[in-house]
């Protein structure tokens, strides 16, 4: 929790110091006013009532308590500013700190588990953060104070005080061993359910095309019942302290009232001299002390309220120091590469890859080299490497042996924006964001220079005017969050007009055109090849007809090249391709 405290800003940290000062005043003024209240009940109870000197002390002790609350409302106004301001900045470290990552680190923690972390970890740290201000640091400086105040005055009154504290220290333990491992599992039951909800909710369609609601709903009953018990046996430890305090509240009170009855009744000497005086001092004692009693009850009852909240903080402070401490795998080198001249080519040198903790690599001892310009297709059965291989050239992933070169450098000694500079990627799922048309072509790096006829430019290679012109709006036209409401090809068509827009000196398409017909298919890799014939184009595919007049085509087999050349070339000394050609077209047509 500590470390994490360096995101406080400057102000923060006066704003914390003046909080502080405050609280040491409010509970300064809050230990006086028993001691008003003692001066009056000694007035009232004396021989020679002075409606003077009480309407003072009591005018005095409104004077303190309006000086608490004041208090009080200024340490809550600073709580609230120091928290929201840490909030936002760890909401911001904790989202550059992410869009850092590889895809390592992204699959090491999960979707599901870094949104719970960016969003309801952060606020359970906030909702900690507000209640420390006013009440972990109120609550000790109030139980110590009080406790000195009390200990001068009567050793009696101070066993029954001492008496209700070890009760409440008792109830802490409890609290410490039955609620606060549950409270450690809330968190990660909370990912969990995330998880589940998330899932649905992606795949709503296939659930409902399978019948399968009842199969979600019980695995969401699931994770919903083991989240909900958990906060139920919980809150029932918690619900049980509320009757507790009450009874040791009003425990204490008797007793103090009753050693105060006895103590004033023992104070009657045979002569009645000076038992007047002393019975008044007495009484007023006795509701000074009755008023420390409670406020050391007080504190302690503050503090078991930090005992509820502080387990499931300190959880989700660790929770997010394990994601603003990760190193990403893939950063810029210390010496960056000076940019050559050439332009768009790439060459693979004995390039062997395998995951992160996984034994088998997932493709081996992979070379060739696409120079400017051409069209160089990956092609194999599902599972071969071929999206892995050149997820290699992004550096989404980092080679495990060999190189991977653009533009006769490697890969690993660019900066991270100059090798994207470079690319125009287009994923094997399309991605849209919310926003229009616009927003989502003209996207990423440079998008402020250019112009919508760029985009209309880059809309009309893709095949994608036909139906942007006919959208309400057009080329403002709303794209909603994922691109539910356009079909899977306009999807594919957009995501591809966002690459051309770029004029990238290399294209990487992960089966990108999987979701086009033939036709479409056909004259957007014709009208790509006329207007970007100088960019290098990477393209994995499925279908033999995309792949037909590539420059070179590379058969994968279990992550290993087993074939390589022209589509003639392949069919001639490549059995794979052969199967694979056959099973899609026939002679004929190849």
């Excluded at 909240?309 to 960056?336: F, G, Q, Y």
């Excluded at 395998?354 to 690599?361: H, S």
Aim: charged letters at 20%; glycine letters at 6%; hydrophobic letters at 45%.
């Amino acid at each position: 929790m500590l470390k994490l405290f360096r995101y406080l800003s400057k102000r923060d940290w006066v704003f914390m110091t003046i909080s502080l000062a405050l609280i040491v005043l409010q509970v300064w003024l809050e230990l006086t006013m028993p001691d008003y209240t003692a001066e009056i009940s000694r007035l009232v109870v004396s021989d020679e009532i002075s409606m003077t000197s009480i309407l003072k002390n009591g005018g005095l002790m409104l004077a303190c308590a309006a000086g608490s609350l004041g208090s009080a409302i200024l340490v809550g106004y600073f709580a609230s500013v120091i928290s929201a301001s840490f909030a936002k900045n760890l909401r911001k470290a904790v989202f550059d700190k992410v869009e850092s990552f590889s895809m390592t680190e992204i699959n090491r923690f999960s979707t599901a588990s870094l949104i719970t972390r960016s969003t309801n970890d952060i606020t359970q740290v906030q909702m900690l953060l507000v209640l420390g201000l006013q009440i972990i640091i109120k609550a000790p400086i109030m139980a110590v104070w009080a406790i000195v105040k009390i200990l001068g005055k009567s050793w009696e009154w101070s066993v029954v005080v001492a008496s209700a504290v070890g009760i409440l220290l008792v109830m802490i333990l409890v609290v410490v061993l039955f609620a606060v491992p549950r409270f450690r599992r809330i968190q990660k039951l909370t990912d969990n359910l995330n998880s589940v909800t998330r899932e649905n909710l992606t795949g709503v369609r296939v659930v409902r095309a399978y019948n399968a609601e009842s199969y979600q709903e019980s695995k969401f009953e699931k994770a919903n019942a083991e989240l909900t018990n958990n906060h139920l046996f919980a809150g029932r430890v918690m619900a049980i302290m509320t009757p507790v305090m009450n009874i040791i509240m009003s425990g204490m009170s008797l007793a103090i009232y009753w050693v105060g009855a006895y103590l004033i009744n023992g104070t009657a000497p045979d002569a009645m001299q000076g038992f007047v005086p002393m019975r008044t001092l007495l009484y007023g004692d006795m509701t000074s002390f009755m008023a420390y009693g409670i406020q050391v009850v007080m504190a302690f009852m503050m503090l078991i309220i930090i005992f509820i909240i502080m387990p499931r903080a300190l959880v989700s402070a660790k929770r997010i120091n394990e994601v603003l401490h990760v190193k990403p795998s893939i950063t810029d080198p210390e010496h960056p590469a000076e940019i050559n001249d050439v332009k768009g080519e790439v060459e693979f040198k004995n390039v062997s890859f395998k995951y992160p903790d996984a034994e088998e690599y997932v493709i081996e001892n992979i070379s060739f080299k696409a120079n400017k310009g051409d069209t160089v297709a990956f092609i194999g059965s599902t599972g071969s490497g071929k999206s892995t291989l050149i997820n290699l050239v992004p550096r989404f992933y980092d080679v495990t042996e060999g190189e991977v070169l653009v533009d006769g450098i490697n890969v690993k000694d660019y900066k991270l924006e100059d090798l994207h500079r470079k690319i125009g990627y287009v994923p094997q799922r399309g991605v849209l964001f919310s926003g229009s048309v616009d927003s989502n072509v003209n996207y990423g790096y440079d998008a402020e220079t250019r112009t919508q006829d760029d985009v209309k430019r880059a809309v009309a290679i893709a095949q994608g005017s036909d139906f942007v012109e006919k959208m309400e709006g057009k080329y403002n036209a709303a794209i909603a969050q994922g691109g539910t409401n356009v079909s899977g090809g306009q999807k594919q068509r957009l995501c591809i007009a966002r690459a051309v827009v770029r004029n990238p000196e290399i294209f990487i398409f992960d089966d990108s055109f999987s979701a086009l017909d033939y036709k479409t298919d056909r004259v957007l890799r014709s009208t790509l090849n006329k207007e970007t014939g100088d960019s290098t184009r990477l393209i994995v595919a499925q279908r033999i007809g995309t792949i037909l007049d590539a420059d070179k085509i590379l058969v994968l087999d279990e992550g290993k090249v087993v074939g390589q050349g022209t589509h003639s070339e392949l069919m001639e000394s490549c059995e794979v391709y052969r199967q694979i050609a056959y099973s899609q077209l026939n002679k004929e047509e190849l």
